[in-house]
């Protein structure tokens, strides 16, 4: 992979915990590409904010290999001793890549150009281009005269802001954005995320963003990793997965599952007037403006079958529309067959739903 | 001053320069506590640090070190101070060459209130959140980044506040030294005052010793309020 920047093999993490192995990342392999928004996704306690802190060696693994931007960190297999870079290398390469946490984590003794000079106290700038800097960086994230107050005196959404600009001191290349917008509410989570954005299009920065929020993910990542108990279990173009999640616990975090209850709980109330076995529940996927009308059309004339709108919306991925939709499609079996078939075929997402919950 | 002298004669009487003079004991009593509280400060932060560093999950951790420093501080915690006084009078000997006087007792009240001190500053670095650290080695912060710019100042306030309660305590263990001649306040309520059943030196002297307690605290209310930018 010629442009890829963080190359994490095989990584083990493992605690030892009254006399059990805890496997915190069991045997996973990631790669981030250049300029990527790379989610990664999970409910708390899948190992997400162990994985990432492996690229900054915030947490060394038990095994594996870690490598950013070409440069071998750790490495280690099951019988080797581990081989890592140096105490002074590490600070170097930690400045490289940029982390911004859920509790902002800033110095509350500090003022928050401080803050962002703290980051800087190393670099072979001198002071007074180092307070220039970090008053750059200020005006970057929109609080270029908030300079002189404590972050207690901040909102949280000022406050991540500022950690922000103090991760992008140093002028990383990567950007660890760790449960950053969890602790907001939604109109800073969202004014964050378009600021991770804006810094991943206007400096070039590979952004990994784990959070557990599929919305987050959904409004400017490119890519995504679905993870649970240690293990990624899916992965993929967002909006691959988003238009075809395989497993259950990718369908309930994207909100599929929700979906498919809602879909359940109308046709409680308005029950089609048919024999079972005349037709069944599906949940369709289109990416693209606007294909789905004249299919819906095309089917009835072509197969026979009849397919009614239980509800649906549209989403924008990666600025591509995303259409979902819960439909009925009553009619012979052998013909929704083929009607299923030829939707494949146009590349239209097509998975069954249970017409009753499981119990 | 008339009435002073007819009410409190025998403090009077007690002058204020000369070896049992009022001036003499305040100065050491001032003398003790300062050279106690660094000595023993800079002991009790080395210890308190160390037990934060050391501990499961510090950025030093291990386990030997973190027993070592703790078990140091338990056993030094655990004299009483009287006994402290004359336990480790061999020792001062050696540092200082004699066992009596002020100077001498200097060894035991640093001895005497590290450990008290550096449990406080444990306690203190302790409340600083792990957050701060790992952001903190996130831009490449070095070792001594960490104690100076993140641990110690992030905890100045608090460490304004043990302070002042161990500065407190010390002037408790200074009215102790007398009974190993270092004179100071202590020893003037006990010595000139209750031996000599000369109670108004006795209360003068607690007097001058809660006026010394009531400036340090509020010296040190003073700067621990100054001090925290924690919240608006």
């Known amino acids: 992979m010629a442009d890829s920047v963080i190359d994490l093999e095989n990584i083990n993490v493992f605690f030892e915990q009254e006399g059990q192995t805890i496997k915190a990342v069991n045997d996973v392999t990631i790669h981030v590409n250049k300029g990527d928004i790379y989610g990664v996704v999970g409910y708390s306690g899948a190992g997400k904010s162990t994985l990432v802190r492996v690229i900054n060696l915030l947490q060394k693994p038990t095994a594996g290999k870690v490598v950013v931007n070409g440069e071998t960190l750790f490495e280690k297999d099951d019988q080797t001793n581990a081989k890592i870079v140096d105490t002074k290398q590490l600070r170097t390469k930690r400045r490289q890549i940029g982390m911004i946490f859920q509790h902002f984590n800033l110095l509350e003794e500090r003022t928050v150009i401080q803050n962002i000079e703290f980051a800087l106290k190393h670099s072979d700038q001198k002071e007074k281009e180092i307070v220039a800097r970090a008053q750059k960086l200020l005006d970057l994230v929109g609080l270029g005269d908030r300079g002189k107050a404590f972050p207690a005196q901040l909102s949280g959404g000022q406050q991540q802001r500022v950690a922000i600009a103090r991760a992008l001191a140093n002028d990383p290349e990567i950007l660890i954005s760790d449960e950053a917008t969890s602790a907001l509410d939604p109109k800073n989570t969202i004014q964050i995320l378009d600021l991770l954005k804006r810094v991943n299009e206007e400096l070039g920065l590979t952004v990994v963003l784990i959070t557990h929020e599929m919305d987050a993910v959904k409004r400017i990542a490119n890519k995504v990793a679905v993870m649970s108990d240690g293990k990624i279990i899916e992965r993929g173009s967002i909006v691959d997965v988003f238009t075809n999640p395989q497993y259950p616990l990718t369908k309930e975090l994207i909100g599929t599952a929700g979906e498919s209850e809602k879909a359940r709980k109308i046709l409680a109330t308005h029950p089609v007037q048919s024999a079972d076995d005349q037709w069944e529940l599906l949940h369709l996927t289109y990416t693209g403006p606007s294909v789905i009308d004249p299919v819906v059309t095309e089917l009835y004339q072509k197969f026979d079958v009849e397919v009614s709108i239980i509800f649906g919306n549209v989403d924008e991925l990666q600025g591509v529309p995303v259409g979902t939709l819960f439909v009925t499609m009553t009619g012979a079996a052998a013909n929704r067959q083929k009607a299923i078939q030829y939707l494949h075929d146009q590349k239209i997402g097509v998975s069954k739903i249970e017409k009753e919950a499981a119990k | ?232």
């Open chain 2, 1 to 232: 001053m008339a009435w002073f002298a007819k009410y409190f004669p025998n403090v009077v009487t007690l002058g204020w320069g000369g070896d049992d003079g009022w001036l003499t004991a305040i100065g050491q009593t001032i003398y003790m506590t300062f050279w106690s509280a660094l000595f023993g400060g800079i002991l009790g932060l080395i210890f308190g640090i160390g037990l934060v560093l050391f501990d499961k999950g510090g950025i030093k951790e291990n386990r030997v070190w973190f027993n070592i420093f703790d078990k140091v501080v338990s056993f030094f915690r655990a004299i009483p101070f009287i006994i402290l006084l004359a336990f480790i009078a061999p020792v001062t000997q050696q540092i200082v060459g004699t066992q009596i006087g002020t100077t001498a007792a200097l060894v035991p009240l640093s001895l005497g209130m590290f450990p008290f001190y550096a449990r406080q500053i444990q306690v203190a670095l302790e409340s600083v959140d792990h957050g701060k650290i790992e952001a903190a080695q996130s831009v490449g912060a070095t070792f001594s980044d960490l104690i100076f710019d993140v641990y110690l100042q992030e905890a100045r306030s608090e460490i304004a506040r043990v302070t002042t309660v161990t500065l407190i305590s010390l002037i408790g263990l200074t009215a102790m030294a007398g009974a190993i001649g270092a004179g100071g306040l202590g020893n003037t309520a006990i010595a000139y005052g209750y031996n000599r059943f000369d109670n108004d030196v006795t209360l003068v002297a607690t007097f001058l010793v809660l006026i010394f307690v009531l400036v340090i605290q509020l010296v040190g209310d003073f700067l621990a309020k100054h001090l925290d930018h924690k919240s608006v």
